[in-house]
């Protein structure tokens, strides 16, 4: 059993949080959902609610084996905290997996760390990695060592299998 971090907040893109949570759940990893505050709830673009395990100021990534950043608007708005930056910093740096999908490699352009990195991810985001210095692939989903990238909602069949497989 892994322990995968996700970060999330508000205006997440509904499925891209709960269809790679419950496909990690039912291989037996345990999800720790992780925001600014422990014991709130968020909201997904679509209404759904999710309830918030941990704050994160009462975590480390160290104590984690994995991360999930699903996309929607979630990941531009915690690209702007220093402390989730440097959250998802410590997975990339340190090579161990790292799942994200759609608009959540945003998240890895404030960490400085994605030059020569092969990923995917939405098409608007694309651009961005791109002149960030990643290596972009229109794919559903990209591995590149730990780093498991894929696009839209579309492609989570084959995403969740990969990031599943990851962890085995």
Do not use: W
């Amino acid at each position: 059993m892994s322990k995968v971090a996700v970060l999330v907040t508000n205006d997440v893109e509904d499925i891209e949080f709960t269809s790679p949570k419950e496909a990690l759940e039912a291989a037996g990893h345990k999800i720790t959902v992780i925001e600014k505050e422990a014991g709130t709830e968020l909201t997904g673009k679509h209404g759904t609610k999710i309830p918030v395990d941990k704050g994160i100021d009462e975590v480390n990534p160290e104590d984690f084996d994995a991360l999930l950043i699903p996309g929607g608007f979630s990941p531009d708005q915690l690209r702007v905290d220093p402390r989730f930056v440097a959250f998802t910093k410590y997975f990339l740096a340190y090579n161990k997996p790292l799942f994200s999908i759609c608009h959540g490699p945003q998240l890895f352009i404030q960490t400085g760390l994605v030059k020569g990195r092969t990923l995917t991810a939405y098409a608007s985001i694309q651009p961005d990695l791109y002149y960030a210095g990643a290596v972009v692939e229109n794919e559903p989903v990209v591995i590149d060592h730990a780093l498991i990238t894929s696009r839209v909602p579309d492609d989570l069949p084959t995403f969740n299998k990969a990031i599943v497989d990851a962890l085995a």
